[in-house]
């Protein structure tokens, strides 16, 4: 598995094993013969089984942030950009309605919610303090009007 959070390995870092492996296999290939990629191959069959039986969650109808959770990540997104599975999978089709309808506020789509469950206030006030703070020390303030209402 790949990097944990609270024990579980996150959905995005599973992907980009993924994503890793399955490009390297590809460039491989061209020039060297097959068998020497049979363990990375073994490897990147086994990630995308998991992904695919423990990223997803039956009973929210989405591919979750960590493998075996529950709560949503926009990360999941990239899945048919990346090419794990096509846009027209049902299970990519389920996830994007249940991030437009849970991860979406003001036009905007939210990575993930927060512990505040409330995508509008996307990071905490320190953040944004920090941010606006940033802003003023580089003279952003006045060409970034909505910096504050959009971090």
Sequence with gaps: MGVSCRTKALFVFELLCWVALDRAIKLGIHRYDK???TGWLRT???IREVILQEGFNQKIGAFTQLI??????A???????LGLLPA?????????TQIKEKLSAN????RYLTDERNPSE?????????MSDISSQNNLAGSSPQLNDTV
């Design 35 to 37: 068998k020497r990629f």
């Design 122 to 130: 996307s990071c905490g006030p320190e953040v944004r303090d920090q």
């Design 75 to 81: 990360t999941a997104l990239t899945i048919p950009l």
């Design 88 to 96: 027209t999978d049902e299970r990519v089709k389920s996830t994007i």
């Design 44 to 46: 990147r069959d086994e």
């Design 68 to 73: 075996g959770g529950s709560e949503l990540d």
């Design 107 to 110: 036009g905007l789509v939210y």
